[in-house]
T-cell receptor, first 113, second 114 residues
Framework: AQSVTQLGSHVSVSEGALVLLRCNYS??????LFWYVQYPNQGLQLLLK??????LVKGINGFEAEFKKSETSFHLTKPSAHMSDAAEYFC???????????FGRGTSLIVHP | NAGVTQTPKFRILKIGQSMTLQCAQD?????MYWYRQDPGMGLKLIYY???????DKGEVPNGYNVSRSTTEDFPLRLELAAPSQTSVYFC?????????????FGDGTRLSIL
């Protein structure tokens, strides 16, 4: 069984400020973890993923995430927010051998000028 | 490379009508999925398929049907449309593997039932 919790349905930051979007997961087997971004009126796009190896994963558009097994977390960060980062962000987990990823409910990132 | 293509992009249906949402992918992916997305509720899995001729129910299959006659196509059928089926529908595909392959999503079909 697997589940994903994204803390905060909305996160608001000022342009240039740190972005931190939280994701905690549970999985009965070693997980693969993903962050997706959804811009208005578009489908989800892969931002980054953790499979094996280095626990700090770098993605597109300056985002990165760190896999912390002891905390069962995979938080997404970006040092300096840009207006173009305003979007919905989804964390997803899938256990090895499973067909079906489990998605969090999503976090809407709002960026103020 | 087109990726995952969904048609139509928008549709308005009357209660009781039927329609088919089309999904095609050109990446030769075995795994395909249909989701619905409602505001604040994330993605809910309707049906999925692990290859041509093989389909299975997801979390919310009632009122929907699917077929998978080819690797490329995975249409979703709504029979007797109801207002509760007003939503945005996304199709996704994924390469077969150990779970480390990401999903590729289409741009969605926005469906209103009136």
């Amino acid at each position: 069984a697997q589940s994903v919790t994204q803390l905060g349905s909305h996160v608001s930051v000022s342009e240039g400020a740190l972005v931190l979007l939280r994701c905690n997961y549970s999985s009965s087997v070693p997980p693969y973890l993903f962050w997706y971004v959804q811009y208005p009126n578009q489908g989800l796009q892969l931002l980054l993923k953790y499979t094996t190896g280095a626990t700090l994963v770098k993605g597109i558009n300056g985002f990165e995430a760190e896999f912390k097994k002891s905390e069962t977390s995979f938080h997404l960060t970006k040092p300096s927010a840009h207006m173009s980062d305003a979007a919905e962000y989804f964390c997803a987990v899938i256990g090895g051998g499973s067909y079906i990823p489990t998605f969090g409910r999503g976090t809407s990132l709002i960026v103020h000028p | 490379n087109a990726g995952v293509t969904q048609t139509p992009k928008f549709r308005i249906l009357k209660i009781g009508q039927s329609m088919t949402l089309q999904c095609a992918q050109d990446m030769n992916h075995n795994y395909m999925y249909w989701y619905r997305q409602d505001p604040g509720m994330g993605l809910k899995l309707i049906y999925y398929s692990v290859g041509a001729g093989i389909t299975d129910k997801g979390e919310v299959p009632n009122g929907y049907n699917v077929s998978r006659s080819t690797t490329e196509d995975f249409p979703l059928r709504l029979e007797l449309a109801a207002p509760s089926q007003t939503s945005v529908y996304f199709c996704a595909s994924r390469r077969e593997g150990q779970g480390n392959q990401p999903q590729h999503f289409g741009d969605g079909t926005r469906l209103s039932i009136l």
